[in-house]
Each structure stands twice: as structure tokens, then as C-alpha cells.
């Protein structure tokens, strides 16, 4: 395993983590005092950013080279589908929320709704990057084991 | 029929015209229930009507673009064309088109939440939604059967051109969103169309931004072919 997957595995965790608790948080609020309290359990979203520490955790490897051809292109292409599906996440959101007030004759909305919208979409990015870099080096391996001889 | 020479595109035409035909047969249908034009049975109709439309609008452009794609094909062969240059052009052209359309209908929307003529929304969003997989498939089918012919070169610069058109947009999110925190402060209310409008305004910037990005290196690829070595 690399680096890079070293990495793209800790970020998983941390967010898939994040994720968990942030679920498990607002429900049991949800039960014990209601909305709009329960959204609170949202902070536990905090723990996402131990994802950022990877490269701090993880040291680079002590060679000349850090990634061959593949690596990067793998990196590259794990980019793409992280802003790829971040972009779509924004767009369901940014339309999704306009439709939903106007439908409800609201015209105007919090302005902390602007960084939600925007950690939303981060997330989404990072952890897409992240599991897309498992996927393909996955799939890689899979094709090396059992190609030809 | 007989320009449509695919069995799979007469057999969608036939579909579309036949959930057409079966939606407008439901109109009399409706007015039986209550509260006509705002119920179920119109939503269902519009519906029915624009997915038949939007299947025949597919069709229709998939022929068109196969026979242009042809025609082209066999100019293209001989002609020295450089590559960075067009897809720039195409893909400013199609975000032009993109925000244009999108624009429209924002505003559209606006102005008939404001003026009360909501039922009419109900018609176009299906078309927008229609409208934007068939050119989504067209799209698709036209690079399957035409594949961009891209050096490793000219991958990487298109490559770097969408890393920094994103990077772009992100920055300009970021900056959006404090500015708006700077002028309104925390306890501000931020009118609701100002979502959409940053969304369409930051793709904008971020297809401009790989517009120049890509431009500019098609430049230097002409200066190169002329002051190189002969």
C-alpha cells in the first residue's frame, strides 16, 4: 500500500466516521429534545478534518520518485470524479433549496446556510477523491492478479 | 420514416408519439377531478407529454449530429486543425448556450413565482430536464463515435485547464460567501435567488477561466509551428 492509498484510507475513516456519529447524534437528539436542536449533532462533522493530518501522518517515502505514471493518473482521475460529483452535489442543493422556498412563498434564507452549502460540497469532494484513489487501485490489482502470465 | 434509418430510434418515436397520444387522452379524463388545472392528473399529463417530446427531441438530434459528424469527419482527416483551439471554442460555446438557457429560466421562474403563473413551471421543468439528457446523450454518442484525438500533451494541458478552472470556482465560493458574511454579518438573511444565481455565475467563471487557460496554449502551439525549425 502507498502513501497515497495510506492516506485516501484515513480520510475515508475520518469522514465516513464523521458521517456515523453525525447520523446517530441527530437522531438521538431528535428523540430526546426535537428539531431544531438536533441538528447540533451536526458538529460531529469536526471530525472529518483529522482526514487533513494524512499528510502529516504519513511520511513521504524516502526514494527520488514519489508516484509513477499511474499513480498520478489515478490521482488525476480521482480529482475529477471528486469535483465531478461535488459540482452535482452543489447544484442539487443550490436549485433543490431555491425550488423548495419558492414553493413555500419564502424569499429569503439564513445566511449561514452559505457555509453548509459549501462544507456539503467540500465533504463530498474530498471523500469522493479519496474512495475513488481505493476503487481504481483496487480494480488495478485485481486486473494484474488475474491477467495474462 | 424513412430517414430514420435505426430500428432502436423508430421504436422511441413510436413510444413518444404513442405517451403523447395516451396524455392528451387523459385531458378529458381530468376534468373530471377536482380542482382542474392544479391536481395530480395535470402533473401526470405535462409529464407524459414532455418525456414523448423529449424522446422524439433526442432522436431527432442524434440523427442530426450522426450525419453532421460524418460530413466532418471526412474534412477533418486532411486539414491540420489545432486541437486545444476548438475544444476551447466548443466548450465556451456550449457554456455560453448552458448559462443562456439557464439564465432564461431562472428568470422565468422568478418572474412567474412573482406574478402568480406557477402551473406554467410545471410544464417547463420537465422540458429543461428532458431537454438536458438528450443533449447530455447526444453529447455522449458523439464522443463515443468521434473520440477526441488528443496527443499526451494536449491531455495534460486539458487536464490542468478543468484543475484550474475547479480550483477557480472554489475560490470563488469561498470569496462569495465571506463577502456576503462581511456586508449582511451573522445574522443576516440572504434573499433565496442568490443560490442559483452564485451557482451559474461560479460555472461560468470556472468554464472562462479553462476557456483562457486552454486559449492560451493554443497560442503558443501556432507561434511554435511557425518559428520552429523547418
Known amino acids: 500500500m502507498n502513501r497515497m492509498q495510506k492516506m485516501s484510507w484515513m480520510m475515508v475513516i475520518c469522514i465516513g466516521t464523521a458521517l456515523i456519529l453525525s447520523a446517530m447524534a441527530i437522531t438521538i437528539l431528535y428523540f430526546k429534545i426535537g428539531f431544531p436542536r438536533a441538528w447540533a449533532g451536526w458538529s460531529f462533522m469536526g471530525i472529518a478534518g483529522f482526514g487533513g493530518l494524512a499528510p502529516l501522518i504519513f511520511k513521504k517515502d524516502p526514494g527520488p520518485i514519489q508516484a509513477d505514471e499511474r499513480d498520478q493518473l489515478i490521482n488525476l482521475k480521482a480529482a475529477r470524479a471528486g469535483f465531478a460529483i461535488s459540482y452535482g452535489v452543489f447544484g442539487l442543493l443550490c436549485m433543490g433549496i431555491w425550488e423548495y422556498y419558492r414553493h413555500q412563498n419564502i424569499e429569503t434564507i439564513s445566511i449561514h446556510l452559505l457555509p453548509q452549502l459549501f462544507m456539503a460540497a467540500g465533504i463530498t469532494a474530498f471523500f469522493t477523491h479519496a474512495l475513488t484513489i481505493l476503487v481504481l487501485y483496487g480494480k488495478d490489482n485485481k486486473q494484474i492478479e488475474g491477467g495474462p502470465a | ?230
Open chain 2, 1 to 230: 420514416m424513412n430517414f430514420i434509418k435505426g430500428k432502436k430510434q423508430r421504436i422511441v418515436i413510436a413510444v413518444s408519439v404513442a405517451i403523447i397520444l395516451c396524455g392528451f387522452a387523459m385531458i378529458p379524463l381530468s376534468r373530471k377531478a377536482d380542482d382542474f388545472p392544479h391536481d395530480i392528473w395535470t402533473h401526470l399529463i405535462t409529464l407524459m407529454t414532455m418525456a414523448g417530446g423529449g424522446g422524439i427531441g433526442a432522436v431527432i438530434s442524434l440523427h442530426i449530429m450522426s450525419r453532421r459528424s460524418k460530413q466532418k469527419f471526412n474534412t477533418r482527416q486532411d486539414s491540420q486543425i489545432n486541437q486545444l483551439r476548438k475544444k476551447a471554442r466548443e466548450d465556451f460555446l456550449a457554456l455560453c448556450a448552458m448559462s443562456v438557457v439557464g439564465l432564461s429560466f431562472f428568470g422565468f421562474a422568478t418572474y412567474a413565482n412573482m406574478s402568480g403563473v406557477k402551473y406554467l413551471l410545471f410544464g417547463l421543468c420537465p422540458v429543461c430536464v428532458m431537454v438536458a439528457l438528450a443533449a447530455f446523450g447526444v453529447f455522449k454518442e458523439q464522443e463515443k463515435r468521434n473520440p477526441p484525438l488528443f496527443d499526451e500533451r494536449e491531455f495534460y494541458l486539458i487536464q490542468r485547464a478543468i484543475h484550474w478552472g475547479n480550483n477557480c470556482f472554489m475560490a470563488y465560493a469561498v470569496l462569495a460567501m465571506v463577502t456576503a458574511f462581511n456586508l449582511i454579518g451573522g445574522r443576516g438573511m440572504i434573499p433565496v435567488w442568490t443560490l442559483p444565481l452564485a451557482l451559474f455565475s461560479g460555472l461560468f467563471l470556472a468554464g472562462t477561466v479553462q476557456f483562457i487557460f486552454l486559449m492560451h496554449h493554443a497560442k503558443q502551439d501556432d507561434k511554435q509551428t511557425e518559428g520552429g525549425p523547418a
